[in-house]
């Protein structure tokens, strides 16, 4: 009896000490593939801290999970439904960890906001045939190519027949294999992705057995120029040789394509979207490189800054900091322009517009005052008869820039409202753009190169443009709140976000009759020295233009390009390999390349020249139409503070009292103190999330698993009672 009792102590123990161990606050779950309330298209990669049981919404789908080759226990869980799920881990003695995975539609959005419309479907162009729904979603489809070795160009692969001329290539890991590249494509977020990789065709892949091949490194192009099509539109090309050749992979979505998707919320999202996909069907990726020029550089600037972490290390080339610091640029210049073409009489002086010369104000307003153009249904890609027209369709589709971004910003609240708007009692998106106080020429006048005259004539006729890009006579105005979204939400890019991201900004110089002048290097350096007291992360390397005509310099010199991937690809490895507990920025700084300085290449055989004094000779940078009115070469400021209008400020420049009642006239209210911050400055906050509205709302932090709630003391008090003796 005594020894029957001592066995059912015993067992009551054992029973208890597995119901208040803390092993269940041990046991935790992962998703690998994104963060868990991000997560698309109804599959996950997910790990649990040790082997269990595994629950999606109830169901067991513990099969899907195996301890893998590097140790973890690990799956992929299928089946998600939209919205939210939630994922359990049980051990035997039944405790564990629970977490809420939320799965979005591979349609999106996930992020970005309601999705824009009308939408045109483009999987039949592509070749993957109809859409099956309205999100443009359509099958997936691989295909392989090859490099020849006799013509050295990439064809066709048939892996049933496979052609004799097959090239080899050694990548970066030192593995040499037929050059033979697996290219899928399918669709995601409304848009077509691509992506490229070595591969073997009669070899399958899994997340955790990848082929040998890729080095798990991943390179995204973005495309250039700033459009806002309402289409699905193609991505750009992947068969990069530089980047295949050496074992990474490479892809796109047509999503990351300014000249088809000028919104950079969505631009972050689809790379998201597609390096979740990445992680579940290849595997794991080391880090993202970006590069592109143009559109291409300023969605890397935007993108690096809004969402860090999508993006590791990024190759600017011509570049600008982000689309609305950038435009005063556009609707300044043709202002100006408009200006001359009116008072005839008036000579251009050079440096009134802060360019070189006036070649290139008529490079943007040839290039992109077209695009503020509501009424342009090129800017949209849509049928005439669908966009807005002022008489005859007021409520079409509006082919502008911020009608594009209404997500962000929001409508035009009533007291803004124009006389359309009135009209069908709706207000238009709202424009992030304001020049009241804006003194055009100012640093000019300073020099002695505009007259008072001069000055003061220009800038009583400024004015400004309407909501639907009509010339008026006031000057341009936004709402407090719109200044507050610009910053809050990144639209203008923050250098605070960018202290832990190597850059390499790269600039084909071309000052004349082009849009892609050196100075917008030179504002990103200016606003990370500001905000983080250096700009030790980033090297601006500079070529002479190959196309100096209107926005046209868009290649880089081959051996630059490569060069330059080849270095910042050093640059990650070191600071991937550096595991000592400092931050990233820091890394980024103390495991920079000996090699990763500013330079100039010069000459026929493009010396590469390392002295600041000599570049700066050699490429001389000039301005904007705004850094020549005063703003400071941050160039960040979207709403000026003001300050009285007063002569002193102007010392050694006579206005006579007619010139002075002109600027009186230009500037009722002030002009622009640019020792201050602009109106609305803030700090940005990183990832947000504009799925409740305009303005965005912080995502916060990515949730975490909770361990499985333990049993109660009466629990505890009946499972005794259960083991009692008799």
């Not at 309330?37 to 595994?54: E, M, Q, Y």
């Not at 690809?569 to 000592?580: M, N, P, Q, T, V």
């Not at 622009?672 to 947000?688: H, L, R, T, V, Y």
Request: proline residues 7%; charged residues 20%; hydrophobic residues 35%.
């Amino acid at each position: 009896m005594r020894a029957h009792r001592l066995r059912c102590l015993v067992a009551t123990l054992v029973a208890f000490a597995a119901i208040t161990t803390p092993a269940a606050a041990a046991v935790r779950i992962e998703v690998l593939s994104n963060r868990a309330d991000l997560v698309s298209g109804g599959d996950a990669l997910v790990a649990v801290s040790a082997p269990a049981r595994v629950l999606r919404n109830g169901t067991d789908v513990s099969a899907a999970f195996a301890r893998r080759a590097d140790g973890r226990f690990e799956g992929l869980v299928t089946g998600l439904r939209d919205g939210a799920n939630t994922l359990t881990a049980q051990l035997p003695n039944g405790s564990g960890a629970r977490l809420t995975i939320t799965n979005h539609p591979i349609g999106g959005p996930v992020f970005s906001g309601p999705q824009i419309q009308p939408w045109v479907c483009g999987t039949s162009a592509a070749g993957l045939g109809n859409a099956t729904d309205a999100r443009c979603d359509a099958p997936t489809k691989v295909t392989y190519q090859y490099k020849s070795s006799v013509t050295g160009q990439f064809s066709s692969y048939d892996p049933a027949n496979p052609p004799s001329d097959v090239a080899t290539t050694t990548t970066d890991q030192g593995k040499t294999v037929p050059y033979v590249v697996r290219v899928e494509e399918g669709t995601q977020d409304r848009g077509l992705y691509e992506l490229a990789v070595l591969a073997d065709p009669k070899k399958a892949w899994e997340p955790w057995a990848s082929q040998q091949p890729w080095n798990h490194k991943l390179v995204v192009p973005f495309g250039a120029s700033t459009s806002m099509h309402h289409s699905q539109d193609a991505p750009t090309s992947v068969m990069d040789d530089n980047a295949l050749s050496r074992g990474f992979m490479v892809a796109d979505s047509g999503l990351n394509v300014q000249g088809s998707d000028a919104n950079a919320n969505v631009s972050a999202e689809a790379l998201m979207m597609l390096e979740e996909h990445i992680r579940e069907a290849y595997g794991p990726i080391r880090y993202t490189i970006g590069n592109g020029c143009s559109g291409g550089g300023l969605q890397q600037y935007m993108v690096a800054a809004m969402y860090p972490g999508l993006l590791d290390g990024i190759q600017p080339n011509c570049s600008f900091a982000d689309m609305w610091s950038t435009a005063p640029d556009v609707g300044e210049c043709h202002g100006i322009i408009r200006y001359f073409e009116n008072n005839p009489t008036e000579p251009w002086v050079p440096g009134l517009d802060g360019h070189r010369d006036p070649s290139d104000c008529e490079a943007w307003d040839a290039t992109f005052w077209g695009a503020t153009d509501p009424t342009k249904a090129s800017n949209c890609n849509l049928p005439q008869s669908d966009v807005y027209d002022p008489n005859t369709n007021p409520t079409g589709t509006r082919c502008s820039l911020q009608d594009y971004q209404i997500d962000i910003w929001g409508r035009q609240t009533p007291d803004q409202w124009g006389p359309v708007e009135k009209r069908i009692g709706m207000g238009f998106a709202a424009r992030a753009v304001d020049n009241v106080g804006v003194q055009y020429g100012l640093e000019s006048l300073k020099k002695g190169l505009l007259t008072p005259a001069e000055f003061a004539d220009l800038n009583a006729k400024a004015g400004g443009f309407d909501i639907d890009g009509n010339p008026q006579t006031a000057r341009d105005v936004i709402s407090t709140r719109t200044a507050d979204i610009a910053y809050r939400s990144g639209q203008i890019t923050d250098a605070h976000q960018l202290d832990d991201i190597p850059i390499i900004d790269l600039r084909g110089y071309s000052e004349s009759a082009e849009i892609h002048t050196s100075v917008y290097s030179y504002i990103m350096r200016a606003r990370l020295d500001a905000a983080n007291g250096d700009h030790a992360n980033q090297i601006i390397w500079t070529w002479p233009g190959q196309f100096p005509i209107l926005g046209m310099s868009t290649a880089t010199q081959p051996d630059i390009g490569l060069k330059s991937f080849l270095l910042i690809d050093s640059w990650l490895s070191k600071i991937e390999a550096d595991h000592r507990n400092v931050s990233r920025a820091v890394k980024v700084r103390q495991d920079k390349p000996s090699d990763a300085v500013d330079a100039c290449f010069v000459g026929h055989q493009e010396a590469e020249v390392t002295d600041p004094s000599t570049c700066a000779s050699l490429f001389p940078r000039y301005d904007t139409t705004r850094t020549a009115a005063g703003e400071p070469l941050t160039a960040n400021v979207i709403k000026c503070r003001l300050k009285p209008l007063q002569r002193s400020d102007y010392p050694g420049i006579a206005f006579t009292d007619a010139e002075w009642a002109q600027l009186q006239q230009a500037f009722p209210t002030g002009v622009c103190d640019w020792s201050k911050p602009g109106i609305g400055e803030q700090p940005a906050i990183p990832w947000m999330s504009f799925m409740g509205g305009p303005g965005g709302q912080p995502l916060g932090p990515a949730p975490v698993s909770s361990p499985l709630a333990t049993r109660t003391r009466a629990a505890h008090a009946r499972l005794r009672l259960r083991h009692r003796a008799p």
